[in-house]
């Protein structure tokens, strides 16, 4: 099912944070409209127009017409908000102060990705890795997650002596994601898992459940394997997007931290 499109009106409120640097009363010889004197230029239009297009809708005449109604709108709106003194508000202020920073902050970020892409090599060498990393099989795996290792050891005598796995899951554990089905945590290579929990689930055999509960950052676990098979790779196209966003987020965080060793911060 498609998303639907926003309205103009809802399009402009997203946008408000770009709006709010723009000069106010800027007399454009290209304004597009202007109201009570107050000029509404043209690249506000464009603005508008280019993030709507981002979300799926067409540049025509008539969308453009929409765009420009919701621009007046919004014009209308704003001064009688500046005649009520809203600009004055302390709120306010703030809330455009923070609206200016992310207009800001996310200019730095598209300015940074798109002179500091990924080589097609370290893309293909961040695959090679991944695929040793994940090996040649996957395991479907359910699991009990408690908070204490005594009673994860008397989960494990109850389930030695017939318990079943499923109405325990159901009722004790603390995994809100598998719990309601029977903590099956469905098929999946091992590297997805912390490595306590990946170790522990490679040394078990089909339908075998470890004999000891497994310690992780989440809590202690009863595991149990019902199932095995061999793992095909996704192919370097199909994963090439995701791991090119991962590379961009690491080497934009690397730069961030960067800037913030070097800020003077009290």
Not at 121 to 130: D, I, M
Not at 142 to 153: D, N
Not at 157 to 167: P, R, S, V
Request: proline fraction near 4%; glycine fraction near 6%; aromatic fraction near 4%.
């Amino acid at each position: 099912m498609m998303k639907k499109m926003k309205t103009p009106h809802l399009l402009l409120l997203a946008l408000a944070g770009s709006l709010a640097i723009a000069t106010c009363n800027a007399q454009a010889a290209d304004a597009v409209a202007k109201v009570n004197g107050v000029a509404i230029p043209q690249s506000r239009l464009d603005l508008v127009v280019k993030v709507s297009a981002g979300q799926g809708q067409p540049d025509t005449p008539e969308v453009r017409n929409r765009l420009r109604d919701a621009l007046i709108t919004r014009e209308v709106i704003m001064q009688e908000a500046l005649k009520k003194g809203f600009d004055k508000s302390t709120d306010v202020i703030s809330q455009l102060d923070l609206n200016r920073q992310d207009v800001l902050v996310n200019a730095f970020v598209q300015d940074y990705l798109s002179h500091n892409p990924v080589s097609e090599e370290a893309l293909k060498k961040e695959y090679e890795q991944a695929k040793t990393q994940t090996g040649d099989k996957e395991y479907k795996a359910r699991h009990i997650l408690v908070k204490e290792e005594t009673e994860a050891k008397q989960i494990i005598a109850q389930l030695k002596k017939g318990a079943n796995f499923e109405k325990i899951a159901a009722a004790k554990s603390e995994d809100s994601g598998s719990k309601g089905r029977g903590g099956d945590l469905d098929w999946s290579p091992s590297n997805r898992y912390v490595p306590a929990f990946a170790e522990a689930l490679k040394k078990l055999k089909k339908g075998q459940l470890a004999d000891a509960p497994v310690q992780t950052q989440f809590g202690w676990h009863v595991i149990r394997l019902d199932d095995e098979r061999p793992y095909k790779t996704p192919g370097f196209e199909e994963v090439k997007p995701q791991i090119q966003q991962n590379l961009q987020r690491q080497a934009l965080d690397k730069q961030i931290g960067e800037l913030r060793a070097k800020a003077k911060i009290e």
